[in-house]
């Protein structure tokens, strides 16, 4: 994998590879440079966490990309260039809305997202 290029297309080499991936969970300064001591390639921030460390609250519905986005740009620094996945839940809402969702964690330095293919609110 190359040194050089955006974290998106780090991401996008490591996961095209025939090997399986492991993407550690963080959700902070301290755990993403834990990863990466650890030898982490690539680092997961899920809604779950956020939601456990944040608010104390299971994950059903309680945090937004908008909160997502922003434990992101706290953690994304720590990670030294080691690209980070995060939970994107349905998008938010409706197809314009998962749009923004993605250019709010492209903003701030998310390098890849996954999306529950299912409506909103989820059953």
Excluded: W
């Amino acid at each position: 994998m190359s040194a050089e290029g955006s974290s998106a297309e780090r991401l996008r080499e490591l996961l095209s590879g025939d090997a399986v991936v492991h993407l550690p969970g963080v959700h902070d300064a301290v755990t993403a440079r834990l990863a990466v001591a650890s030898g982490a390639r690539a680092a997961c921030l899920s809604g779950a966490v956020a939601s456990a460390v944040g608010l104390g609250l299971p994950d059903l519905g309680f945090v937004h990309g908008s909160q997502i986005a922003a434990r992101a740009r706290d953690v994304v620094p720590s990670l030294g260039g080691v690209p980070l996945l995060a939970d994107a839940d349905t998008g938010y809402g409706n197809a314009l809305q998962a749009r923004e969702t993605t250019r709010v964690y492209a903003a701030a330095g998310i390098a890849g997202l996954h999306l529950e293919d299912q409506v909103a609110p989820k059953r």
